[in-house]
Nanobody, 118 residues
């Protein structure tokens, strides 16, 4: 059974950090591009980051560049999103997704809530 499980969300103060994890089962992440999206209440879903399976190239939304880092651990079949210098506007449900290429998504995780507030 193919499954993506996102975890690591929580409540953090502005300026704090969180690391989100996306663990895959039923398939090998190494063969897929992995993306992170987020959706805040009343807003459209936004692509946050993507890492390509072919050459490891990465994409970041302008709103998170320099603060977020996407990485992969093939041994653990897990992708991470390190989020630093968090801002209240980063508050959203974060989803991980996998597909044959960035922009072509086949599998979605269940989402993990990130709340940035003092």
């Amino acid at each position: 059974q193919v499954q993506l499980v996102a975890s690591g969300g929580g409540l953090v103060q502005p300026g704090g950090s969180l690391r989100l994890s996306c663990a895959a089962s039923g398939f090998t992440l190494e063969a897929y591009a992995i993306g992170w999206f987020r959706q805040a209440p009343g807003k459209e879903r936004e692509r946050v980051s993507c890492i390509s399976d072919s050459d490891g190239s990465v994409y970041y939304a302008d709103s998170v560049k320099g603060r977020f880092t996407i990485s992969r651990d093939y041994a653990k079949n897990t992708v991470y999103l390190q989020m630093n210098s968090l801002k209240p506007e980063d508050t959203a449900v974060y989803y991980c997704t996998a597909g044959p290429a960035c922009g072509s998504w086949h599998y979605w995780g269940q989402g993990t809530q990130v709340t940035v507030s003092s």
